[in-house]
Nanobody, 122 residues
Framework: QVQLVESGGGLVQPGGSLRLSCAAS????????MGWYRQAPGKQRELVAS???????NYAESVKGRFTVSSDNAKNTVYLQMNRLKPEDTAVYYC????????????????WGQGTQVTVSS
């Protein structure tokens, strides 16, 4: 059973910084992509940033230049460094991973963390 456990959310003032972490554990063959999504009240869940096992990154336009996604493949962990936070960054942030479970089947499965609240307010 694969689990994603997030940490690092909280309350921060505009212009401040936070760092989110997400560790994947359980029985798996390999992780293809890990990333972060967010969902604000009344809005759809949206991609914030993702990173492949090869290090290729992808960012939402709204966070480019402010957020940095990175990973430690040996620890199956993804990080999201969030700088110059704005009130509109307030949301529940969810970790996501595309995981191959066995060395026989090439199917990728989607897994989600429980979510961590990020609130940007003065």
């Amino acid at each position: 059973q694969v689990q994603l456990v997030e940490s690092g959310g909280g309350l921060v003032q505009p212009g401040g910084s936070l760092r989110l972490s997400c560790a994947a554990s359980g029985s798996m063959f390999s992780i293809y992509t890990m990333g972060w999504y967010r969902q604000a009240p009344g809005k759809q869940r949206e991609l914030v940033a993702s990173i492949t096992s090869g290090g290729r990154t992808n960012y939402a336009e709204s966070v480019k230049g402010r957020f940095t996604v990175s990973s430690d493949n040996a620890k199956n962990t993804v990080y999201l460094q969030m700088n110059r936070l704005k009130p509109e960054d307030t949301a529940v942030y969810y970790c996501n991973a595309e995981i191959r479970l066995s060395n026989i089947a090439t199917v990728l499965y989607d897994y989600w963390g429980q979510g961590t609240q990020v609130t940007v307010s003065s």
